[in-house]
């Protein structure tokens, strides 16, 4: 198993600056891709932004050229830098990894249990 912890979220104005950590914590673990997801009052759930264990990355077309995600493959952790910040990104930030666990090459799936941003205009 794997458990995911977020942190970093908090109240900024519009304009302003975010940084997103989410740790991965277990035994036996390899983490492949990681990324983020948000959900805003009465919305489904979204992609934010992804990364693969060899840096490549994704982004959702709202938050280009804005958010950077990257990770630390020794930490087993990802951050999500939010810049320029928007009413609009308001929300709760999900984290979600991929992972194989113990030998196995299965693709096993995990959340945290999310970190609010809440931009203020």
């Known amino acids: 198993q794997v458990q995911l912890v977020e942190s970093g979220g908090g109240l900024v104005q519009a304009g302003g600056s975010l940084r997103l950590s989410c740790a991965a914590s277990?035994?036996?673990?390899?983490?492949?891709?990681m990324g983020w997801y948000r959900q805003a009052p009465g919305k489904q759930r979204e992609l934010v932004a992804t990364?693969?264990?060899?840096?490549?990355?994704n982004y959702e077309d709202s938050v280009k050229g804005r958010f950077t995600i990257s990770r630390d493959n020794a930490k087993n952790t990802v951050y999500l830098q939010m810049n320029s910040l928007k009413p609009e990104d308001t929300g709760l930030y999900y984290c979600?990894?991929?992972?194989?666990?113990?030998?196995?090459?299965?693709?096993?799936?995990?959340w945290g249990q999310g970190t609010q941003v809440t931009v203020s205009s």
């Open positions: 979600n990894c991929n992972a194989w666990i113990g030998s196995s090459t299965v693709n096993h799936n995990y």
């Open positions: 277990g035994s036996r673990f390899t983490i492949n891709a």
């Open positions: 990364i693969t264990r060899g840096g490549g990355t």
